[in-house]
Antibody, heavy 122, light 111 residues
Framework: EVKLVESGGIVVQPGGSLRLSCAASGFIFDDYTMHWVRQAPGKGLEWVSL????????YYADSVKGRFTISRDNSKDSLYVQMNSLTTEDTALYYC???????????????WGQGTLVTVSS | DIVMTQTPLSLSVTPGQPASISCKSTQSLLHSDGKTYLYWYLQKPGQSPQLLIYEVSNRFSGVPDRFSGSGSGTDFTLKISRVEAEDVGVYYC????????FGQGTKVEIK
């Protein structure tokens, strides 16, 4: 069974930094692209970032580019996002998502964690 | 950037009746590899999103056959042949042609 468990969400002041983690199990982690997707309170889904299976390529939404850094540790089956220069606009539930298989041309996000809540407030 | 636009934004459906949601993209989602990178998700109340349909019309594992997807290029549709109470929630389309973008969501409720 695929399981994704996010952690690290807290209340942080504007301008602050935070690192979120996602622990994966139930699949061969280093074979899959991984994503971060967020959802502001009462709003829709916003894709944030992805990292390829080997960590060699990373991509970001314009809204977070230059402030967020996605990374992974395949030896620990873990995904991370370092978030800097946080603003109130970054307040959201952050989900990690399992992406496509390294040898496929699929671009799905097929499993999601339960999310971790980041609140940016003074 | 590719913008995804869903209509309607909300839908109230009688159980057993069909429902349909439209999703339009600002650019074609047909890739040169022959695949069309359009996906549908359902976020039930209080839950994480779940994948329903991938590449326009393929049901994901465990998805009931009352859900179907169709379309091509920039215009896509999700249909529920007979809505059940468990289908309530917000439906999102997502493009995978360039990075990822979600539609605004369509809230489906039961009459």
């Amino acid at each position: 069974e695929v399981k994704l468990v996010e952690s690290g969400g807290i209340v942080v002041q504007p301008g602050g930094s935070l690192r979120l983690s996602c622990a994966a199990s139930g699949f061969i982690f280093d074979d899959y692209t991984m994503h971060w997707v967020r959802q502001a309170p009462g709003k829709g889904l916003e894709w944030v970032s992805l990292i390829t299976w080997d960590g060699d390529a990373t991509y970001y939404a314009d809204s977070v580019k230059g402030r967020f850094t996605i990374s992974r540790d395949n030896s620990k089956d873990s995904l991370y996002v370092q978030m800097n220069s946080l603003t109130t606009e970054d307040t959201a539930l952050y989900y990690c998502g399992k992406g496509d298989f390294r040898y496929s041309r699929d671009r799905r996000i097929d499993y999601w964690g339960q999310g971790t809540l980041v609140t940016v407030s003074s | 950037d590719i913008v995804m636009t869903q209509t309607p934004l909300s839908l109230s459906v009688t159980p057993g009746q069909p429902a349909s949601i439209s999703c339009k993209s600002t650019q074609s989602l047909l890739h040169s590899d022959g695949k069309t990178y359009l996906y549908w998700y359902l976020q039930k109340p209080g839950q994480s999103p779940q994948l329903l349909i991938y590449e326009v019309s393929n049901r994901f594992s465990g998805v009931p056959d009352r859900f179907s997807g169709s379309g091509s290029g920039t215009d896509f549709t999700l249909k529920i042949s007979r809505v059940e109470a468990e289908d309530v929630g917000v439906y999102y389309c997502m493009q995978g042609m360039y990075l990822r973008t979600f539609g605004q969501g369509t809230k489906v409720e039961i009459k």
